[in-house]
């Protein structure tokens, strides 16, 4: 059997689930910040104000995780696209190359700080575990 050809459109659909995690995650950390906002006291103007802000970044993030679902789903959607001929002398300029360095880096360090933020997350899960039903003092 012959190998399918590789296609721009079966790339875009294998990079989908990027934006897609990010939306869930983003989504996620919406979630947290929504329960947060439960125990901050509206009366007093401090409360009232970390209130607003949380509310504020709520509203936000929730319409980031919307649009980045969106994009992974138009991504997936363009599986199908058909192959068509590319200016080589473009995708063989520097810039193309710097580009898609300039990308990696970025992934290499979003995996660093998602796999920094993943320990103190744990940490403070296990600080949360260890007080009963108290949570811990930062609350991110």
Not at 100 to 121: G, I, P, T, W, Y
């Amino acid at each position: 059997m012959a190998d399918e050809e590789w296609t721009c459109g079966k790339g875009l659909a294998a990079s989908a689930e990027l934006p897609a995690r990010m939306g869930e995650l983003t989504d996620r950390l919406a979630n947290v910040l929504q329960n947060h906002m439960g125990a901050l006291p509206v009366a007093d103007p401090d409360g009232k104000q970390e209130h607003d802000a949380y509310g504020r970044l709520v509203r936000e993030y929730r319409a980031i995780a919307s649009q980045l679902a969106a994009a992974a789903e138009a991504m997936e959607s363009y599986r199908g696209l058909p192959a068509c001929p590319h200016d080589e002398a473009v995708m063989a300029e520097p810039a193309a190359q710097e580009v898609f360095e300039a990308l990696v880096r970025a992934e290499d360090e979003l995996l660093a700080l998602l796999k920094q933020r993943s320990e103190e997350n744990h940490a403070m899960l296990g600080e949360w575990g260890s007080q009963g039903d108290a949570p811990p003092g930062d609350a991110r």
